[in-house]
């Protein structure tokens, strides 16, 4: 591995350019499809500056600010010094694959390890019970060993403010064969501007929008047998939306109904309620009627393609 860029007093914007220049340990589990806040094709736009990247949230923040206390909590507990990181590394073999590390420490017995702080809420203590370890963890630091040729990482987290754990994990041969696999073909995609396989993410939708803006009105194409099935799949979903809707609809109904004039209701842990609200609203149709002119001056034009499954 290589330090291409040391991280102490790097500018944000700088720091997000490297990260665009490969793939990071965070990236690994959204690449493998297991990360629960974004999509490969979110990832994809972002790596080929079709999109900015996502800003981090306030527990990403509140994580940072955490991480010197937990790496110190471990020390305490552990007896391992560990060694904060403040470089850019970068894999020698794979120069695709980028790591950001907490730290380094060194495991008793096997030698050089990684070390990696987490902060989790306590509603989320349930996925640290025992020797588990969050699944997008798992593969945030066996890509991190990829990188580095390290036998082994040690996660330390902080749940709900009050709970430290620390487990650790050993090299993964087989994982980290799979994940540099998939993280090659997503890199030669990124490269050649080929898109993962498109999902119901946002992402997807911006980017299939952008790929075909207008329709050619005269143009009709026969579709690809495999299409049967997701015409299939589009019908019976808006078949269960609509269930689901009036099932929620019908909740609410009766849930006002019992609320009656009172703004709200409790019922053991959840807080019900239907309260007045009062905004004022442009009347776009009595200013057209009133002032036809400004409101023909003012008027823009836009197009968008409308999506219908019909029967013929």
């Excluded at 560990?82 to 060194?106: K, T, W």
């Excluded at 006002?256 to 703004?263: D, R, T």
């Excluded at 709200?264 to 036809?292: A, H, Y």
Aim: charge should be negative.
């Amino acid at each position: 591995m290589i330090a291409i860029a040391s991280t102490k007093g790097l500018p944000h914007e700088k720091w997000l350019a490297y990260r665009r220049m490969g793939i990071g340990g965070s990236d690994a589990s959204v690449i493998c499809g297991v990360n629960k806040y974004k999509s490969p094709v979110e990832l994809w736009m972002e790596k080929t500056g079709q999109q900015p990247d996502a800003e981090a949230g306030e527990a990403a923040h509140w994580g940072n600010m955490l991480e010197p206390l937990v790496r110190t909590e471990f020390s305490r507990q552990s007896g391992i010094e560990v060694i904060p990181v403040h470089q850019i590394l970068q894999s020698s073999e794979y120069p695709f694959m980028l790591a950001n590390l907490d730290g380094v420490c060194r495991h008793p017995e096997y030698g050089k390890c990684i070390f990696e702080a987490k902060t989790a809420s306590a509603y989320k203590s349930a996925e640290w019970e025992g020797a588990a370890v969050p699944y997008a963890y798992v593969l945030q630091v066996q890509h991190y060993m990829a990188v580095t040729g390290y036998v082994g990482a040690f996660v330390a987290v902080l749940i709900g403010g009050n709970q430290f754990q620390w487990k650790y994990i050993e090299r993964d041969e087989g994982l980290i064969a799979m994940l540099i696999r998939m993280e090659q073909d997503f890199w030669e995609r990124v490269q050649n501007g080929v898109p993962p396989n498109l999902d119901g993410s946002e992402a997807s939708v911006a980017y299939i929008n952008k790929r075909y803006p207008e329709g050619t009105a005269s143009s009709i194409i026969r579709l690809p047998d495999a299409a049967a099935d997701l015409i299939c799949q589009y019908k019976e979903a808006c078949e269960q939306l609509a269930q689901v809707t009036e099932q929620k609809q019908k909740a609410t109904n009766l849930l006002k109904q019992m609320l009656g004039a009172n703004e709200t209701g409790t019922l053991g842990d959840n807080i019900i309620t239907w309260k007045n609200v009062s905004q004022e609203r442009f009347d776009s149709k009595l200013f057209e009627t009133e002032q036809p002119e400004i409101h023909e001056r003012y008027m823009s034009k836009t197009t968008h393609r409308r999506f219908i499954v019909r029967a013929a």
